[in-house]
Structures are given as structure tokens and as C-alpha cells.
């Protein structure tokens, strides 16, 4: 069987947020308890898992890079270097968007004044920087990060 690229990026972005049973099916996961640990690979956007805050301020810490050099030197002085996290309750809630340079260095946003709940947010970046299969460029954005309560 074959899969485009695409659709195998998609699945291994996915892997560390849901889990998949011994017959390939994915699971739901309820919501993970804080500290949350996360790494990440993504091209356009992804979707973290469900965490539970019971504090009022949560801090989501994150160090990321361009995967390639070539896009790393593309958009390292430009105003598209950059990937944004934004916060959500599970209701939908937006709490806002905190912006990231992927430099390798970490960096983390604040979020205060938050109800207890679960929480997920998206990652996410300007669709110029995104991958071009035609080309051969590759506009992945790797890392990890730790979402914390205070």
C-alpha cells in the first residue's frame, strides 16, 4: 500500500496526541493532568491534547526550529519567522495567542485568569512558510514544550 506524503505527515503529527490500540485504531484520551509534556512536528497547524488546569495561570513553554536550514535561511530575517500558540477551552473559548521565534531557544506565553477546566491549543504558522511538495521545500517546524500551572 502506498501514502502520499501528506497523509503520512499527518498521522506522525499526530502520534504523540492520541493514542493507538494494538489493531491500529485510534483512542480517545481524556484529558491530561499538568505538567504536559509535548514534542512536535508540523507543517500548517496541529491540535494538542486535552489538559486539565485547576490553577488561574498556565504558562505553555515551548523550543522549536525550522527542520530545514534552507527554510531556516528563507524566513530567519523575515516577518514569517514565527509560529503561534493559542489557547482554548474545551467550550471553545479563544484565550488568546502568544507568538514564538524558532530559534532552538525556549521561550514560553502566560495565560492568566483562566477558570478551572480542560484546555487544548493550536500551534500554528503563516501559510507562506508551509511545505511545498512541487519544490521539494520542506516548511516543517520541530520541537517540544511543556505546558505548567501556577
Given amino acids: 500500500m502506498e501514502y502520499n506524503r501528506k497523509y503520512r505527515r ?3 503529527i ?19 493532568s499538568l505538567p504536559y509534556q509535548f514534542t512536535f512536528d508540523f507543517d500548517s497547524n496541529l491540535k494538542s491534547q486535552t489538559f486539565n ?6 504558562r505553555i513553554y515551548a523550543q522549536g526550529e525550522w527542520e530545514d536550514p ?16 493559542t489557547l482554548y477551552s474545551n467550550s ?12 532552538g531557544i525556549l521561550q514560553y506565553g502566560q495565560w492568566t485568569n483562566l477558570p478551572s477546566g480542560d484546555y487544548y491549543f493550536y500551534m500554528s504558522k ?19 514544550g511543556e ?3 501556577y
Fill in 126 to 144: 503563516h501559510r507562506i512558510t508551509w511545505s511545498n511538495p512541487n519544490t521539494g521545500y520542506n516548511g516543517d517546524i520541530v520541537g517540544s
Fill in 14 to 32: 499526530f502520534l504523540d496526541i492520541v493514542a493507538i490500540s494494538s489493531d491500529d485504531e485510534f483512542l480517545s484520551i481524556n484529558s491530561y
Fill in 147 to 149: 505546558v505548567r500551572q
Fill in 70 to 85: 534552507d527554510a531556516e535561511a528563507e524566513w530567519l530575517n523575515t516577518e514569517y519567522n514565527y509560529f503561534d500558540i
Fill in 10 to 12: 499527518y498521522i506522525y
Fill in 53 to 58: 488546569v485547576t490553577s488561574s495561570t498556565v
Fill in 92 to 103: 471553545g473559548t479563544n484565550y488568546g495567542t502568544v507568538r514564538y521565534t524558532p530559534n
